[in-house]
């Protein structure tokens, strides 16, 4: 909850000003919706809903572009699942953790992942990792922006990072996503390397429908100024992704969203440390802006300006005070320096603090910045954010045109986004010889909606697993048999199970129902004697087997995975003819 340690709101609205944000909450329920939002202290489970939009991002940072379009997926009722999601910023990968812990967690560079050359067949690298994540609904991308920013005057233009764009495009040849979503700054546009240009060919080679916009995000409901442009790009030529970038937040009727509204209820904190308190200026900064809040000011005069700024200059923004009742400036990671923009808070003599400037870039309340974090992570994945309401009123018609044409070639067993999850779908019931009815329908829906693969205590491991540089396979055939691992490390030859209390009979946890107890024992200790029996089979054959129950700490059951698969890789370097099992 922008979290380094609780905090305790004092809701007192600004000295000398009207509420218009009370005002707005009551005239329109898209504002009240997203004030709810941005104020949410309890994060939304967003993957406990059925069917899932399948997301993979790219650069994703702290996750603020993930962080939209799974809300936008749960305003029109669905689940999201972040099957992938490429961030190789040690700390931003940490806080990407911390707000999707069941995320496929790549802390890779994206040109290890996609190796490949643009319209060339896939390398092994990606064939694996498009085995491994499956159908994809929508690729979310977020690329470097600093060696396209007006801000950048040593690189500006010819930027080495630049050419990362064009990496996303070679993402979607490979993962063949239904959408494509690509944000950056305008400047874009102006790569000498013609960025924008060769993505936008190569996804149309690819078969891709493509639009691009540059997009002032306060007609999007984001409070502050700032403008991006976006590249979106679609599978399905039925729909117009010119018409989805058109669209603006469905409420016009106010003017652009103010300070007031994103931290007016933030106007005194009784929390002394973490990202509720500002940081420290120098003496000369602090009376700079006791004098703006004394004389009622805005901008501050040259003479009272570091002397490179008594002159001429177009830098009025800088040393700046906020206004209650207009939009923030573009927060950047600069956002706790006077010297860095218009960044002092509107009513007292200080900067403003991470928690309000998450507040601008529509980061919710719950989203976690880590309690062992520095100030600088901070603000590097709240300045370096994509605002999350960008992704909510881009994603929710994006993935209403998505629902509403369905791609027929999918199989009819992946999940599909075309099924709201409350939707009652009516589907041939099929039934072994000899399985009992269920009991009621309710049962049966839920037995039918059991995941095979990719469940919670999956995910979390996978997710440990990824965190500590282990690299492996799901869901595979083990040693030429049926018989399949959740987790397999091929090198190693380590196979991993988690198994589900229910169906494998946990000696804690594992219950037999009521009706039909007969069929249900010997099904459960059916499954319970080939699990014996993979195992005994996998060990013959020279694999080490290792189980863990859903409920065991995902934590140390990583420990032991990883401390089995270093002593078995050891065993093969040192040149053991048969590794102990």
């Known amino acids: ?99 999707f812990p069941e995320a496929n967690l790549l802390r890779r560079d994206i040109v290890d992942v996609f190796d490949g050359a643009v319209g060339r067949a896939p390398t092994r690298r990606e064939s694996e990792l498009r085995a491994q994540v499956g159908r994809i609904d929508v690729l979310l991308a977020g690329p470097p922006c ?42 874009v546009q102006n790569d000498v390397g013609t960025a924008v240009p060769k993505a936008t060919a190569a996804l149309e080679i690819a078969g891709y429908r493509v639009a691009t916009a540059v997009l002032d995000l306060v007609k ?19 729909i117009d992704p010119s018409a989805i970038l058109a669209r603006k937040i469905a409420c016009e009727r106010h003017d652009p969203r103010t300070v007031e509204w994103a931290i007016g209820d933030l106007a005194q904190m009784t ?27 805005y901008d501050l005069p040259n003479e009272m300006r570091p002397a490179c700024h008594h002159g001429a200059h177009s830098y009025v ?39 309000e400037a998450a507040r ?19 603000a590097h994945v709240v300045g370096n954010a994509v605002p999350p309401l960008l992704g909510v009123h881009i994603g929710v018609p994006l993935l209403r045109a998505l629902v509403k044409n369905p791609n027929k070639k999918e199989r009819q067993s992946a999940p599909s986004i075309s099924s709201p999850a409350n939707a009652s779908i009516s589907v041939p019931v099929r039934r072994r010889p000899g399985n009992p009815t269920a009991s009621t329908e309710a049962i049966r829906q839920r037995m039918a909606n059991t995941k095979r693969r990719d469940t919670k205590p999956e995910m979390l491991l996978r997710s440990e ?29 380590v196979a991993v199970y988690v198994d589900g209390c229910y169906w494998h009979g946990c000696p804690l946890h594992g219950t037999t129902p009521k009706r039909n ?29 290792l189980r863990f129950w859903e409920h065991d700490d995902p934590v140390a059951a990583a420990s032991l995975v990883v401390a089995a698969v270093r002593r078995e890789l050891h065993a093969t370097m040192a040149g053991r003819g048969t590794p102990g099992r």
């Open 360 to 378: 601008f870039q529509t980061l919710p309340d719950f989203f976690d910045l880590g309690a062992d974090k520095h100030r600088r992570t901070w």
């Open 146 to 187: 600093q060696g396209h920013s007006d801000l950048n005057n040593h690189s500006r233009r010819r930027d080495p990072r630049n050419g990362l764009y064009v990496r996303v495009a070679r993402a979607a040849e490979v993962l063949r996503p239904r959408a494509v979503l690509i944000e950056n700054v305008p400047a």
């Open 220 to 238: 999007f409901g984001v409070p502050q100024t700032r403008r991006r442009h976006l590249l979106l790009a679609l599978r399905d030529g039925r």
């Open 517 to 545: 107890r007969s069929w249900w024992t010997e099904k459960l200790e059916a499954n319970r004697s080939r699990d014996a029996h993979t195992d005994a089979r996998l060990r013959n054959a020279g694999w080490v087997v």
């Open 271 to 297: 929390s002394a440390t973490g990202p509720d308190v500002s940081s420290v200026p120098t003496p000369e900064n602090a009376a700079r802006m006791r004098w703006l809040i004394d004389n009622d000011e």
């Open 1 to 99: 909850m922008l979290r380094s340690g609780p905090f305790v709101l004092v809701q007192v609205p600004p000295a000398g000003t009207e509420s218009s944000y009370d005002a707005n909450v009551e005239e329109c329920s898209v504002c009240a919706r997203d004030a709810r939002f941005v104020r949410s202290a309890r994060r939304p489970d967003y993957e406990s809903r059925s069917p899932q939009i399948r997301i993979v991002d790219l650069f994703a940072g702290g996750g603020g572009l993930s962080l939209g379009l799974a809300e936008a997926a749960r305003r029109i009722g669905y689940g999201t699942a972040v099957v992938a999601a490429v961030e190789r910023d040690p700390d931003a990968a940490d806080v990407y953790a911390l707000n």
């Open 317 to 355: 923004s800088m040393y700046g005070r906020l206004r209650w009742d207009a939009p923030a400036q573009t927060i950047t990671t600069g956002y706790g320096s006077m010297g860095q923009g218009r960044y002092v808070h509107p009513a007292e003599p200080r900067t403003i603090t991470p928690h």
């Open 465 to 493: 697993l990824h965190r500590r540089g282990l690299r492996y396979v799901v869901d595979r055939p083990v040693d030429g048999t049926r018989r399949r691992a959740d987790i397999v490390f091929r090198g190693p030859r």
